[in-house]
Structures are given as structure tokens and as C-alpha cells.
């Protein structure tokens, strides 16, 4: 891999900036979801067993560069604490006074919480000032927070230009299991991409066209297509603008050899509403005053196959209307399938992104995908083949 890993760094005695994901789920002043926390801990764990000395930067909310009270991580930290089974100290302000105190009293193996970065503005400007007084309270900068690395921040990307700078575990982890997905993949490579729009993923579909051996178009993004294609699909939900967007994705398919494998069949009701009565249909045979919520029975075959055919998948956005039983049938097979197809050792498969874990947890699958991202805008952004500064900002110091 090209990014420093911890395995690079001698962090005994030093003192280690460590950007971190906090952006937790909160009800009621208590964390409502400890995902990200329980994501961070080994990193945490292994630079304090080691005798380092971590200070944690991560952000909360969007407090738009002013001191909010709802967006203090003083909470947050008092859930590390708990997770992590030893205290964790808290700065009330990332810079300046409060944090060089709170730095300077920590001791090897402790850890320590600065308080919210985007209280102040100069963080999401990258501001090169601010960055600077972030990297003078440590010796090394260690990110393991990929879900913020598509944001060139001072926290993400300028301190790490500053310091000796290293992925953490669950970073270096996320960017192994996306190099598996698309850059160095094993082919034949099938991505499944779905979701209720095509405005919202036109450079992902670009980018995926000319990697990919073949495109599973499926939710409502796939009436946009079938549109364009002169195919009636009643009042579903579609794009018709996007027709001639839809037109140069299939000509570019053509173009790199990527099979576009469209449904061809629906779940038709009246109303986008649980329990709807509904009927499945030929995509030849849409009536007029219907809508498609999901992918029909032969389309879920066609996925089953394309997936079998597949060494590699990379998935973003349900295949139907999840959320509304029975709408949830097509992304709750095809989900089940890629799953069994990994855990018999077949199939390499890499998702994420919006709505994608919330289905496949919906599916009970999650865990048996290869990896599933939980970083959604910095998965839909390496999915449209972006580089993400925060990752750069970790290959390129010497
Ligand atoms: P996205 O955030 O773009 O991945 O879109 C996810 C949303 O697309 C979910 O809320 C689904 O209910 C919606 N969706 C998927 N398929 C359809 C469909 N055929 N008609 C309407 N909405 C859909």
C-alpha cells in the first residue's frame, strides 16, 4: 500500500495527533451509536499500549466555525472513556492555552479529547495558521478517520502535511478493502449501483463504466435509464432530463465493453406506501398509472447471475424502495446472495455509501460482506474515482 501505516512509527514517549471519527449519533445529550467509536479503539489501543502519548482531533455537527453547545465532544469523550475502559482527558478548546496545558500533562499511554475542531472556522478553510497550531501539539499525526478524508481540512489534510503522518488501523483497513473493490481488483468486477436518482451519481456511473465488466442499474435510478431507452415506466419515479446523461453512459458502456445489465421486470403499485397492492410486470408491460418500487423476480435472477458470474462487487444504493415491505424483496435477495457467495469464499464484495448499510443491515447481511464503509461521502467519492486530499496528504510525506 502507498500510505505510512503505524507499522512505520515509533510513537513510544511522543506525542501523537490522532484524527479520529467522532461524528457519533446522539439522543438525549447520551450516544445513540457507538459504531465509530468501536471503530477507532485499536488505533487508540495500540498507540497507548505502546506508551504514546494521544491526543484525539475529530469534529461534531456542523457548528460552522462558532462555539455551539450542542456540538461539544465533551460527551463523546465520556463514551470513549467507557468503550476504551481507561479515562480520557478533555481540552476545552483544540488550540491555543486550554489544549497545550491538557498536552503537556498528559503522560505516556494516556489519552486526551480536544474539544470540537470545527469551532473554529479556520478548520474546514484548511487555514494554513490553524494547521500549524494543531501540528505544534504533537510529534506525529496518525488519520483514521476515512469518512473525513474527501475534505481538504486542517485537521485531515494540512497538519498531516506538517508532521511525520501515518493511516491508522481502521483507515489502513478501509483503504485495503477499497483497493480490493476497484484498484486492484480481482475481475470479472460486477458493480450494483441503485438509489432513487441519477442526478446524485452521474460521475459515479462514469467512473464505474470504464472500470467495471458489468453495471447493475437497479431503484429508481434505473427507471431514469430505461426512459431514455424509449421504455414506458408509468409514474415512477424518473429523471427525464437526465435522459441524454443516461444515453451517454450506455454509449460510453458500449464504448469500454461494460455489459449494462438494466431490470427487466418491476414491482408495480398505485402508492409509494407499505403493504401497497401491487403486481410485477414485464418492463414492456408498465400500466400507465403505476409505479416500479422494486426489482421484479427474473431482474433478481439476472443480479443472482451477474453476481455468480463475479470475482469482485462493489455495491452502492438498494435495488427498490427498501424502506417499504415488500419493496425491500429485490435488495434483500441480491443482498443475501453476494453474502452467501462471500462467506463460501467466491466472491470479494465492497459497498457502501447513503443508504447502502442501512439496507444491507435491513438484508441481516452486513457482516458477511467483505467490508462495508460506513464513511458515505468519502465512499461515493472514491466510487467516482476521486482522490480524496486526506488520503493523498498520507502518501506523499517523506
Ligand atoms: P440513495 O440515497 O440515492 O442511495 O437512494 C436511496 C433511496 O432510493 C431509498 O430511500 C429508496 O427508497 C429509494 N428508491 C430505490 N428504488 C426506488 C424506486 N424504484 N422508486 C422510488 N424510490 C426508490
Redesign the pocket.
Known sequence: MMVRTLDDADVRGRRVLVRVDLNVPMENGRVSDATRIERILPTIQEIAGEGGRVVLLAHFGRPKGKRTVEDTLRPVGEELARHLGQPVAFAEDCVGEPAAHAVAALKDGEVLLLENTRFHAEEEKNDPDFAKQLAALGDLYVNDAFSAAHRAHASTEGVARLLPAYAGRTMEAELAALSKGLEAPEHPVVAIV????VS??IDLLENLVGRVDALVI??????TFLNAIDIGIGR??CEKSLAPTAQRILERARETGCAIILPVD?VVANE?KAGAPHHTYGVDAIPSNG????IGSQSVDRVKAAIDDAKTVVW?????????AP?DQGTVAAARHAAARTKAGKLVSVAG????VAALNHAGVAQDFTYVSTAGGAFLEWLEGKSLPGVEALKTRG
Open positions: 441503485g438509489g432513487a436518482k446524485t451519481k437497479g431503484g429508481g435510478m434505473a427507471n415512477s419515479l418491476g409509494f409505479m416500479i418500487l422494486d452502492n444504493g438498494p435495488l427498490g424502495a427498501f424502506e417499504i419493496f455509501g447513503g443508504d447502502t
